[in-house]
């Protein structure tokens, strides 16, 4: 059954006239009482165009920045290219996280986009659904994808497929054949793009893909890095080097046990990570991997965001960014 401006005075305790006001963001009501008539219409599912309508009048100067997890370094390095990007910007950045949160990354774009409080979004790493982001097109909300390509948001993202060949060649380069590939299966990865890069590179060589070289862990820890390498020590092909496009963090965990196991590297097991997180310059042995431009990421996304804002971008836009491999002591 729709709901009504009449359910909504009704829970709220106030006329009908009030929450029209509040709707179309007319003056003259109390703050308070505007942020109770918001609440129960979200409460109630109440979310039609007039809302849109209504708070679009209002340009906020404001940009939202939804990120999946602020402990990671993947997205610390983005935040400070978005803070220390060179260009003038008159819009106050405020982040949102559902860590700990009653509300799930889908309730928050449907809040975010439909309130209308901010005026575009930047979503880093967000393992959000093409059907869950519609929404800011639907509504109008100029958004940049950051780490992932949307084919109708802006986005700014890595080439992951080429960091990959990048990354298996080098390995082919210094004699292995037999080489390892830790896959994340994480929504918010590009996990099959840098598997397909893995595999390009093995066909280049001539090299057979065998799917039991080919492991997948549950998350992109250090303890998925521990159980991974338990795997690794019972492979009937026994590598003598492993990729890790499920991150860094799983590679230190695999570099942890290995010494462990007093196995030498790299002449024992050669090991490449994936995206060069600040812990992989003081692992022992300096962790190689595949570097991404976070910086250079967060910069191009904030300027993105706000010519598409102010309108001087009305076409979608992609900007693809190159990795760099980093050779270190573990490969």
């Known amino acids: 059954m729709q709901v009504t401006l009449k359910d909504i005075a009704q829970r709220a305790g106030v006329t009908s006239a009030t929450v029209s006001m509040v709707i179309n963001n007319k003056p003259n009501i109390s703050e308070k009482t505007r ?24 340009k906020s100067n404001a940009i939202g920045v939804i990120v999946p997890n602020l402990a990671s370094s993947f997205v610390v390095r983005v935040l400070q290219g978005i803070k220390s990007t060179n260009r003038d910007i008159d819009y106050t950045v405020q982040l949102f996280d559902t860590i700990g949160q009653n509300e799930t990354e889908s309730q928050l774009f449907q809040r975010l986009a439909r309130e209308r409080r901010i005026d575009g979004a930047i979503l880093i790493g967000t393992s959000g659904t093409d059907e869950e982001l519609k929404v800011f097109k639907e509504e109008s909300v100029p958004c940049v994808m950051v780490a992932r390509k949307c084919e109708f948001l802006d986005s700014v993202y890595v080439n992951n497929t080429q960091g990959a060949y990048d990354a298996t060649s080098y390995l082919m380069d210094k004699g292995h054949t037999s080489i390892a590939c830790v896959l994340c299966r994480k929504a918010n990865l590009p996990t099959d793009d840098r598997l397909a890069g893995y595999r390009n590179a093995l066909e280049h060589r001539n090299i057979s893909y065998r799917e039991e070289l080919v492991l997948e862990t549950h998350d992109d820890g250090i303890t998925d890095g521990v159980n991974a390498f338990a795997e690794l020590r019972g492979n009937s092909h026994k590598p003598t080097a492993v990729f890790v496009p499920a991150g860094d963090m799983v590679a230190i965990g695999i570099i942890k046990e290995a ?18 997180i600040p812990a992989a310059e003081v692992v022992e042995p300096l ?16 300027n993105m965001i706000i010519d598409k804002i ?22």
């Open 310 to 331: 102010e309108g001087r971008e009305s076409s979608k836009k992609h900007k693809e960014l190159m990795t760099k491999f980093i050779v270190r002591e573990s490969a």
């Open 259 to 276: 010494k462990k196991a007093n196995i030498s590297i790299p002449e024992g097991l050669a090991i490449v990570g994936f995206d060069d």
């Open 35 to 58: 942020q109770k008539v918001l609440t129960i219409a979200r409460e109630l599912n109440y979310y039609p165009n007039a809302i849109a309508r209504g708070l679009a009048t209002r």
């Open 287 to 302: 962790l190689t991997t595949v570097r991404q431009p976070k910086l250079e990421m967060g910069d191009y996304a904030i």
